[in-house]
């Protein structure tokens, strides 16, 4: 395959990854006032490694793990899976979901600083602008609305565990590029899932021991499933065939999808209304992926 279709290949797999994430985010609220947060999260674990237990064996032109990747892959799912989870969860519960839109438009931002202090990646103009496009695009769609709607007097704690989130968000995408030069998308996938899983079964099951399964409805066990799956899977997979292609900086501005995929779906499955500034932010946003995906020597 061509260089040009295989990084257009891999420009849709980030952006389709990051647009599940907000996807599933969004619809994660009615799973959260059902089912407790940490036992959500080993649920999540557990349904995800039961659908790719096949991927956790090691393909035969691997080579043994090195220390270094095995400490990497502890590092990427407990940043980016396990802490990011808690974090966002309960920053939104305790903040404006507002705030969280402008928090989390520094993702890009965030990423391009950690792969050039990181990964000594050289950070072009072009994805500079991106960057501003991105953030500006998430700052006109948090600004559209009330700015303290829903917040409370811990409001700072919330907005503090909120740019949590997107440090780990930004630490996943940076370490994720170094995992892809040492093995597959799908054994990666797999093994961090089973180090999130490790990690959270010890608050899932004092949870799972306090909690009336019986009380939950169909409909929410279907939504957790899809929630497992875009969560633990589909996302993380995606993600990682994307950054074999694309340097970590610029697949940064791609989780700019991610807000703006949480408003659309609050606009389309939970009836909210869509106004003007908030269409402006959305173009906006992404004429940044745009800028990102061009060729380099297009203008």
Excluded at 178 to 202: D, Q
């Amino acid at each position: 395959m061509s260089p040009g279709p295989q990084r257009l290949i891999a420009c849709a797999c980030l952006a389709l990854s990051m647009s599940l994430v907000g996807s599933y985010v969004a619809l994660s609220k009615p799973l959260v006032a059902a089912i407790p947060v940490f036992l959500l999260a080993w649920l999540r674990f557990g349904i995800g490694g039961l659908a790719m237990l096949h991927w956790l064996r090691k393909p035969a032109s691997e080579p043994p793990l090195a220390p270094r990747t095995r400490q990497l892959l502890f590092l990427e799912s407990f940043l980016g899976n396990f802490l990011f989870s808690i974090c966002m969860l309960f920053g939104v519960s305790l903040t404006s979901a507002v705030s969280a839109g402008v928090i989390m438009a520094a993702i890009p931002a965030v990423v391009a600083l950690l792969s050039w202090l990181f990964l000594r990646e050289r950070i072009a103009p072009r994805t500079w602008a991106a960057v501003a496009c991105a953030a500006g695009g998430i700052a006109l769609l948090a600004l559209s609305g009330p700015a303290r709607a829903g917040a409370g007097d811990r409001a700072w704690l919330g907005n503090l565990l909120v740019f949590g989130a997107v440090v780990c968000e930004a630490s996943y995408a940076v370490i994720g590029k170094t995992l892809t030069g040492a093995l597959g998308p799908k054994r990666i996938t797999a093994l961090i899932n089973l180090w999130g899983f490790a990690l959270v079964t010890p608050l899932g099951a004092w949870a799972a021991l306090r909690f009336d399964f019986a009380a939950v409805g169909t409909g929410t066990w279907l939504l957790l499933l899809f929630y497992s799956l875009a969560a633990s899977v589909w996302t993380v997979w995606l993600w990682m065939t994307g950054l074999k292609a694309i340097p970590a900086a610029q697949a940064g501005v791609f989780t700019v999808m991610l807000p703006v995929s949480a408003a659309l779906v609050g606009v389309f499955a939970l009836g909210e209304a869509l106004a003007p500034l908030q269409l402006a932010a959305f173009v906006l946003a992404l004429c940044g992926v745009l800028l990102a995906t061009l060729p380099a020597g297009s203008r």
